[in-house]
């Protein structure tokens, strides 16, 4: 069992920047992603990474802006957000799957989610 708890969400102004976190608690050896969900939208993918680190995968609208990371020894992931622009405005959801190799994009692949985090991007 995981249990995922996102932070580090905010408002901030256009062209500003935010850090989120994810502390993940049990199990490892869990590939983990980003996605959002924006008011009236469907959860969409932002970026993935797996878990020994060596391969990403981001969403083309935040490719260049938005750098994934973890530290496994802290359990924790992050998403480093640049150059913010309105249409980033959207809860993040963390999410987690058992894999040490792939990286994965579909919402579908994932079996673990925290609650999310508000990101508000002001014009």
């Known amino acids: 069992q995981v249990q995922l708890v996102e932070s580090g969400g905010g408002l901030v102004q256009a062209g500003g920047s935010l850090r989120l976190s994810c502390a993940a608690s049990g199990d490892t050896l869990y590939a983990m992603g980003w996605f959002r969900q924006a008011p009236g939208k469907e959860r969409e993918f932002v970026a993935a990474?797996?878990?020994?680190?060596?391969?990403?995968v981001y969403a083309d609208s935040v490719k260049g802006r938005f750098t994934i990371s973890r530290e496994n020894a802290k359990n924790t992931l992050y998403l480093q957000m640049n150059s913010l622009r309105p249409e980033d405005t959207a809860v993040y959801y963390c999410?987690?799957?058992?894999?040490?190799?792939?990286?994965?994009?579909?919402?579908?692949?994932?079996?673990?989610w925290g609650q999310g985090t508000q990101v508000t991007v002001s014009s």
């Open positions: 990474m797996n878990w020994i680190g060596s391969s990403t």
């Open positions: 999410a987690a799957t058992r894999s040490p190799i792939r990286v994965f994009r579909l919402r579908s692949d994932y079996n673990y």
